[in-house]
């Protein structure tokens, strides 16, 4: 081993072993000019602006929270940033095109690489590609249980929901659904995963051991569009991102009624919530804004203004 | 010693058997043929779409072959077989494939012309858009932008919405040239033919052409989900290029009457 890589492992080392405090931050990626919104939990006012890589998209955070991820997809990495300090830290090559990724309980970032019709794993440590996964066309969601048993890969052109077995990397299930399906996630129990698709402007609770669809509903918009999709701290409610219906729809995570549409800016992608699930955040990517909503009123308490097409945001808490 | 060799011929062909049994019991094949010219873009839509739909096929058992014949070898060629017959020839050649092949979908790639979709002929599938559909689309945007000559188009290689772009990128990379609307019509034709063979196991060609014009909802990578008129017509959006640039898409915002895609072309049959 080189004495340089030997020097690279030993600061990571140093790096992980040191918890890092959670800032609260609220970061996010703004795809159109290249930067990296940094928004005071607190105050909910922009701290600051980064300017990231070409056209950053995915975005995560390591489990222990020490090091946040952005897929900075024209340039076929993921850039390493320090939320604590701001400082880009290293990158990793990500294949082709990465544009969403997810990160397993044991630190690996699975990768959909749009171009390529494969799913990868990558030690973001090393850099190192632990395995690619043919998929297929499109891959664009991953999600990953929180058993770490599980990750779904949505292939937006052949339409499926590709469940990968962990450790094994093979494909358990190739469930047929919606067309164009975007992303999904998975309860706490990791036995049932909720997904979108964004053509068919559907959302569909499917059963992970069998891999089969048990409901599935519109979004009640024609324009819905349906991107990101979470669940409630109880988990009887799931929050939709609406697309170009510019709403969050709240459905009954058991029927799919509609309990609520929130209005929000236009083209609504990403969400995320605070660990306590007392608040979510959406981009809202053609207004260039991100909306606060307060889950117990189910509100929007604040609009932030960000940079040019907001796509991924993530809450460091 | 003879025995044994017996024997064991035995257990290899009864293996082999059992093997080719299970393989042909859960696979299902499908197949297209092209009709037209090799070096048409038509034809280089058909093989991008071939190749999507196989590597949906793989995840789903499922199989997609293609034969490629000229015009000049038409009434000679035996089309019993295929799912689905793909044609770039002239009108002629066209009229006469949809009537000695009644029960099959016959996809018209590359005829742009008013009257033949007026016909309404039962098994015509049009994934091309007619002439009026592009002047409809000119009008509109007209309306608009007055002093603008833009033209219509079904497709562009600088489409980038509804992840246009990565169908694109996936055409380059594997043909080197950009998409045009004749590849596309090519690949659509495929791709709704293999969803619906995926989605429904449907091998049988009346079953098929039923399906494509009365259950569709494509894609198609333009946005919205695509059907089929009685004219036999594909609904699509439609982009208006200028100085090889996407300056709008048709139907024009503010201007065309919902329900909007049919604002573009003829939608009635001839008496």
Redesign the interface.
């Known amino acids: 081993m080189k004495f340089a890589n030997i020097l690279i492992l030993s600061a990571v080392f140093i790096f992980n072993s040191v918890s890092a405090e959670p800032t609260g931050r609220i970061f996010v990626t703004n795809e159109r000019d290249d930067t990296l919104t940094v928004i005071n939990g607190n105050t909910l006012d922009v701290e600051t602006t980064i300017e990231i890589g070409e056209r950053p998209r995915g975005i995560g955070l390591s489990p222990d929270g020490s090091e946040l991820y952005v897929a900075v997809s024209e340039e076929n990495k993921i850039r390493v940033v320090d939320p604590v300090s701001l400082k880009i830290l290293r990158d990793f090559e990500a294949g082709s095109d990465p544009e969403t990724f997810a990160v397993h309980p044991n630190g690996n970032v699975y990768v959909s690489n749009?171009?390529e019709?494969k799913a990868s794993a990558f030690n973001p440590k090393t850099g190192e590609m632990l395995v690619e996964i043919?998929v297929?066309?499109?891959p664009e969601g991953v999600a990953i249980s929180p058993d770490g048993k599980r990750v779904i890969v949505t292939s937006?052109?052949?339409?499926?929901l590709?469940v990968i077995k962990v450790p094994e990397h093979t494909?358990e299930h190739?469930i047929?659904v919606g067309?164009?399906p975007r992303a999904a996630t998975f309860t706490r129990t990791s036995d049932i995963a909720y997904a979108t698709a964004e053509?068919?402007g559907e959302v569909m609770k499917v059963d992970m051991n069998t891999g089969k669809v048990l409901l599935k509903a519109g979004t009640g918009h024609e324009k819905s569009k349906p991107k990101d999709v979470l669940l409630s701290k109880d988990e009887s409610v799931i929050y939709v991102a609406g697309g170009r219906s510019n709403k969050v729809k709240v459905m009954d995570a058991n029927t799919f009624e509609i309990i609520k549409m929130i209005p929000v800016g236009k083209r609504v992608w990403g969400l995320a919530m605070t660990k306590d699930k007392k608040k979510l955040f959406t981009t809202d990517g053609v207004s260039g804004t991100v909306s606060v909503i307060d889950t117990d009123k189910n509100d929007v308490i604040k609009t932030i203004k960000v940079g040019e097409f907001p796509w991924g945001v993530v809450v460091h808490d | 010693m003879f025995k044994n060799i017996i024997l064991k011929i035995t257990y290899f062909f009864m293996i082999t058997f059992i093997c080719l049994a299970k393989v042909s019991a859960n696979t299902i094949e499908a197949n297209f043929v092209y009709v037209g010219d090799e070096g048409s873009s038509a034809l280089l839509g058909v093989k991008q779409g071939l190749k999507e739909a196989n590597l949906q096929g793989q995840f789903l058992n499922q199989k997609y072959n293609l034969d490629v014949i000229s015009s000049a070898k038409v009434t000679e060629h035996d089309f019993s077989g295929y799912i689905a017959i793909l044609t770039a020839v002239d009108i002629n050649t066209y009229k006469a494939l949809t009537s000695t092949h009644p029960d099959m979908p016959v996809f018209n790639l590359s005829i742009n012309d008013d009257d033949l979709r007026a016909e309404c002929i039962n098994n015509a599938l049009h994934t091309i858009p007619s002439l009026r559909m592009k002047s409809d689309a000119e009008k509109q945007w007209k309306k608009k932008e007055t002093d603008s000559d833009a033209r219509a188009q079904a497709w562009h290689h600088d489409f980038k919405k509804f992840a246009a772009r990565d169908l694109n990128k996936r055409f380059k990379k594997n043909h080197k040239i950009e998409m045009d609307d004749y590849a596309w019509a090519g690949w659509a034709a495929v791709k709704m033919t293999s969803d619906t063979v995926a989605r429904t196991n449907i091998v049988n060609t009346s079953e098929m052409l039923n399906y494509l014009k009365q259950d569709l909802v494509f894609d198609g990578q333009k946005g919205s989900n695509m059907n089929f008129r009685e004219t036999g017509q594909l609904r699509q959006l439609m982009l208006l290029i200028e100085n090889n640039k996407i300056v709008a898409e048709a139907p024009v915002r503010g201007v065309a009457k919902p329900p909007t895609l049919d604002s573009l072309g003829t939608l009635s049959c001839e008496k």
């Not at chain 1, 937006?156 to 499926?160: A, D, F, K, L, P």
């Open positions: 749009e171009d019709a043919q297929g066309l499109e937006e052109s052949t339409n499926m590709h494909i190739n047929l067309s164009r053509i068919s």
